[in-house]
């Protein structure tokens, strides 16, 4: 289970509020990062997303949240990083949101259906709606996933 993760954004409030909008909750500003954003969905799971500005890198430190957050003007736009996340919106909301925003919008399969949500046209946030993570949530079964990967025996 995921309860928050971060993510860095060129315009950290927008894509927070376009995320709260997929999500159907609420932005406010970060407390320890200057023009940082969180959203939160406020579900069952705690959840939230961190928004940042491209620039930001968080490192060890010594303040009471054992963290610091630092500036690196030549981080790069992209990232290795991605996440899935089920969101109570439906495809037309989110093509619509995608429509709006002018960022990239694909569909994808993989034993289930989700969507590629390419935030500001350089973060991937793959999401699944509610038929969608019905799909998810079958497909990851073991005997799914065998079909798919291989397992060393001792984990059967």
């Known amino acids: ?14 894509v927070a509020q376009v995320l709260a909008e997929i999500l159907q909750g609420q932005a406010t500003p ?3 990062s200057p023009d940082g954003h969180i959203v ?3 579900d069952e799971y705690g959840t939230e997303i961190e928004v940042y500005p491209l620039v930001t890198e968080i490192t060890p430190g010594e303040s009471q949240e054992k963290r ?8 790069s736009k ?19 949101i995608a429509q709006r925003e002018d960022w990239l919008l694909q569909h994808a399969s993989f034993g289930f259906d989700f969507i ?7 973060l991937l946030i793959e999401l ?16 799914n ?12």
């Open 116 to 122: 590629l949500f390419w935030v500001e046209n350089r």
């Open 40 to 42: 939160f969905p406020f």
């Open 68 to 75: 610091a957050y630092i500036q690196n003007p030549t981080a």
């Open 30 to 32: 970060h407390p320890f």
């Open 128 to 143: 699944l709606t509610p038929e969608m993570t019905t799909q998810y949530l079958a497909f990851m079964q073991r005997e």
């Open 1 to 14: 289970m995921i309860h928050h993760l971060s993510i860095s954004a060129e315009n950290p409030q927008h």
């Open 78 to 96: 992209f990232t290795g990083t991605h996440v899935m996340i089920s969101v109570p919106a439906s495809v037309e909301q989110i093509e619509q």
């Open 145 to 156: 996933l065998r079909k798919y990967f291989v397992f060393p025996d001792s984990h059967n």
